[in-house]
C-alpha cells in the first residue's frame, strides 16, 4: 500500500554551527546539559564534540546544516537538508494556508507600479499599462472558487 504523509505545520531551525543560541532557544537546555556545564563549557562541548538532539527514541547527533524540527507532538529530532526540502515546503507558500488552490497564486487586488511596469516590460513594452491592469483584473476575475475579499 502507499501512504501520504497528511498536511501538518511544524516548526524548525537551522542547525548552521554557529547559532546555538537560536537553537537552545528552540529547543530548550536539555537537563542534561544544564546540570552539568555553565553555558561558556557548554558552548566548547558543543564546538568539540557536535551538537546532541535529544528525542523519544534516544539522543542524536545534528551536523552543521541539519534542521532541528519540532513535530506535531513537541518533540524535537534533527532531519538532513534534502530530507528536508523533499519533505516539508514553507507553510506561507503551502497554497491552502493561503485559501487557495493547487496552481493559483494570490496576488493584490490592484497591481502597483512595479507590477506594471513589470508587465509592460514582459511584453516588449508595446502595451499602455492600463491594458496591463485590465488583463490582471479579468485574471483576478477569472479565479475559481474564491470567496469575495480574498
Known amino acids: 500500500m502507499k501512504y501520504r504523509k497528511k498536511p501538518v505545520v ?3 531551525v537551522e542547525w548552521r554551527g554557529d547559532n546555538l543560541r537560536e ?3 528552540f529547543t530548550g537546555w536539555h537537563p542534561s546539559a544544564s546540570d552539568k556545564w555553565t553555558w ?3 558552548e566548547e562541548v ?3 564534540q557536535g551538537l546532541k538532539i535529544f528525542t523519544l527514541e534516544g539522543s542524536h547527533m ?3 546544516g541539519d534542521m532541528i524540527i519540532k513535530s506535531v507532538k513537541g518533540e524535537f529530532y534533527p532531519c ?3 530530507i528536508f526540502a523533499a519533505t516539508y515546503e514553507l507553510a506561507s507558500e503551502a497554497p491552502s494556508e493561503r485559501g487557495e488552490r493547487a496552481g493559483w497564486v494570490s496576488v493584490p487586488r490592484e497591481p502597483n507600479e512595479e507590477q506594471q511596469m513589470a508587465g509592460v516590460k ?3 513594452g508595446t502595451f499602455a499599462a492600463g ?3 485590465g488583463i490582471y483584473k479579468a485574471m483576478l476575475a477569472a479565479r475559481p472558487g474564491l470567496e469575495e475579499g480574498r
Request: hydrophobic share 50%; proline share 4%; charged share 15%.
Open 10 to 12: 511544524i516548526e524548525a
Open 23 to 25: 537553537v537552545i532557544g
Open 40 to 42: 561558556g563549557q557548554y
Open 46 to 48: 558543543v564546538r568539540t
Open 62 to 64: 545534528a551536523t552543521i
Open 80 to 82: 538532513k537538508p534534502d
Open 122 to 124: 514582459a511584453a516588449g
Open 131 to 133: 491594458f496591463i491592469v
